[in-house]
């Protein structure tokens, strides 16, 4: 049975620091995309960033990209996601996906995982 859990979320100030993890078990953590995605209330999930855990390579959203960084520790099956110079637009319940495909060009498409965690809530505040 494939597991998704998330941890880190909470509150922070506009300009702070969180980062969230996401442990996978279940499959071999090498051959997959894990990939953040998030959702603010009222709006749709969108995806955040991606990494590669066969080759290491990741994209992220626009709106993240300079201050987000994911990373991964295959010996931990964990992925991280470190979220720096915080915004309020920002907050929303971040969620963790993972599934057997290419992160490009599916790092953003929802739909396409199949795996996913319960989810975590990020607040900044301004």
């Known amino acids: 049975e494939v597991q998704v859990v998330e941890s880190g979320g909470g509150l922070v100030q506009a300009g702070g620091s969180l980062r969230l993890s996401c442990t996978v078990s279940?499959?071999?953590?090498?051959?997959?995309?894990i990939a953040w995605f998030r959702q603010a209330p009222g709006k749709e999930r969108e995806g955040v960033s991606c990494?590669?855990?066969?080759?290491?390579?990741?994209y992220a959203a626009d709106s993240v990209r300079g201050r987000f960084t994911i990373s991964s520790d295959n010996a931990k099956n964990t992925v991280y996601l470190q979220m720096n110079s915080l915004k309020p637009e920002d907050t929303a319940v971040y969620y963790c996906?993972?599934?057997?495909?290419?992160?490009?060009?599916?790092?953003?498409?929802?739909?396409?995982?199949?795996?996913w965690g319960q989810g975590t809530q990020v607040t900044v505040s301004s």
């Open positions: 996906a993972a599934d057997l495909i290419p992160c490009y060009p599916y790092y953003s498409d929802y739909d396409e995982y199949d795996y």
């Open positions: 279940g499959f071999t953590f090498d051959d997959y995309a």
């Open positions: 990494i590669s855990t066969s080759d290491g390579n990741t």
